[in-house]
């Protein structure tokens, strides 16, 4: 995707803490970063992430599942919501929703998804506790561009954390997720400022 406009549009969607919002935001304070959050979008009211966003002077919206008959009419109105502000790339950070086939085809290659562990191992809800059932003594977060799958679009990006003997899921969690905020802010930047391109799964920044 070539970059056309500086600094570009996130649309952040979130459904808990926001603390990758909160990097993203930071981040986006200094021009140089090249990018500015334009709205946070949630599927659920009362969390932290839509009072980071508040506390910003950013505009939220919120788009519950039951709210409509049907979950393609989640979609579509999420959808909409997001098209609203004209986002040049969509940011899912702690989204804890697949969004649909509208969704994904209307902003085709422009939604990216951090996930706390390295793909392909460990996708869905439960990265940390996975990892640490399974015994891996390496996980870590990646950032990917969302396709039709659970957790497995494109890699723009991954950082390995390591699993100490007497981690419990808290624990391991909020360590990869210095390590995720990190990757997440480096990344979105350069996807912002160089744009990227996909080729055979293979994410690549410049135009
Ligand atoms: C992050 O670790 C993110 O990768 C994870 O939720 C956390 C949100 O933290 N997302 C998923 O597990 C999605 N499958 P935050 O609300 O503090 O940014």
Redesign the pocket.
Same mark, same amino acid.
């Given at each position: 995707m070539p970059t056309t406009r500086s600094p570009q549009r996130l649309v952040v969607l979130? $459904? %808990? $803490?926001?603390?990758?919002?909160?990097a993203l935001l930071d981040a986006c304070a200094d021009p140089s970063y090249g990018a500015t959050v334009v709205a946070v979008g949630a599927d659920r009211d009362g969390i932290?992430?839509l009072a980071r966003a508040d506390r910003a002077g950013i505009p939220t919206f919120v788009r519950k599942v039951g709210q409509f008959s049907s979950r393609d009419d989640w979609d579509h109105a999420l959808a909409d919501s997001v098209a609203a502000f004209e986002p040049d790339l969509v940011v $899912?950070? %702690?989204?804890?929703k697949l969004v649909g086939e509208d969704f994904l085809g209307r902003f085709a290659g422009r939604i990216v998804?951090? +996930? @706390?562990a390295l793909s392909p191992s460990f996708p869905?809800? +439960? %990265? @940390?506790a996975d990892a640490l059932a399974y015994g891996v003594k390496v996980t870590g977060?990646t950032l990917f561009v969302v396709d039709g799958g659970v957790?497995t679009g494109p890699i723009v990006a991954q950082v390995a954390v390591p699993v100490e003997d007497d981690d419990d899921t808290e624990e391991l +969690?909020e360590r990869?997720?210095v390590a995720?905020?990190q990757m997440l802010v480096e990344n979105v930047g350069r996807m912002a400022r160089e744009g990227f391109t996909i080729t055979d799964r293979k994410v690549r920044f410049g135009a």
């Open positions: 979130v $459904s %808990g $803490s926001g603390t990758n919002l909160q932290e992430g $899912s950070a %702690g989204f804890m998804n951090t +996930h @706390p869905g809800m +439960h %990265g @940390p977060a957790d +969690h990869i997720k995720e905020r």
